[in-house]
């Protein structure tokens, strides 16, 4: 009779993996992480800005000097708190983020109020022209906002209803399109002591001239 022992299975002998030969392991009771213990997480909202914001224009601006090429970003923003409220501000900087920031800066500080009626229009017929862009603006009886391009956002953000907007311009220049809604709700400004404001569109003017007489240079 053989008196042997069987041999046993080790893991150098190729023996598969999970069993060394004692036997099946649970897991083991102290390893597990109870419910207790565990924080519950937390979300960092991000603060709603005071103003909501649109985009108007954003181009790169490309100036020659004396040690090569300079590049800037020119941005131009529109804000407006869907109460009556809107303003417009351009900035310039080396990057996007700085040039943001300027914009927005220069927007609160020209932004005013508008005169409006109970259902958010406007009381009369409006029309003014900047640069190559002329726009009407008039009240309407119930038919919704009839407007297009950048003239309907800064109507929007101006919180303004049951208007028909007029564009007649033969450019397609965004910013051009956003200073003449600007200055054509200026009309309907709710007070009258706002110098800041009609300075900005006189310097808007002017610097809309310089673009059009260097856009024509570059033409040449």
């Known amino acids: ?44 909202e991000k603060p709603k800005p005071e103003f909501d914001q649109k985009m108007v224009s954003i181009r790169r601006v490309t100036r020659v000097v004396a040690g090569g090429r300079r590049m800037t970003f020119a941005v131009a923003l529109a804000i407006g708190d869907k109460k009556g409220s809107i303003g417009l501000g351009t900035g310039k900087g080396g990057d996007t983020a700085m040039a943001i920031a300027k914009a927005l800066r220069q927007a609160k500080k020209n932004m005013f ?15 003014s022209k900047f640069s190559s862009s002329k726009l009407t603006m008039m009240p309407n009886r119930g038919k919704g906002l009839v407007a297009g391009s950048t003239v309907r956002d800064m109507l929007i953000l101006a919180g303004l209803k049951n208007i028909t907007a007029k564009l007649h311009s033969g450019s397609k220049n965004k910013l051009n399109n956003a200073r003449v809604a600007y200055k054509t709700l200026y ?7 706002l110098p800041k404001v009609a300075a900005f569109i006189a310097e808007q003017e002017v610097e809309a001239k310089v673009e059009s007489k260097e856009s024509a240079v570059e033409v040449k």
């Open 187 to 193: 009309m309907l400004k709710a007070s009258n002591a």
């Open 113 to 127: 109020r508008i005169k409006t009626t109970k259902d958010m229009s406007i009381t009369h017929e409006v029309s």
């Open 1 to 44: 009779m053989d008196t042997t022992k069987p041999k046993q299975y080790t893991p150098s002998s190729g023996a598969p993996r999970g069993n060394t030969g004692g036997g099946y392991r649970g897991n083991n009771n102290n390893n597990k992480r109870e419910g207790g213990d565990r924080k519950p997480r937390t979300f960092f």
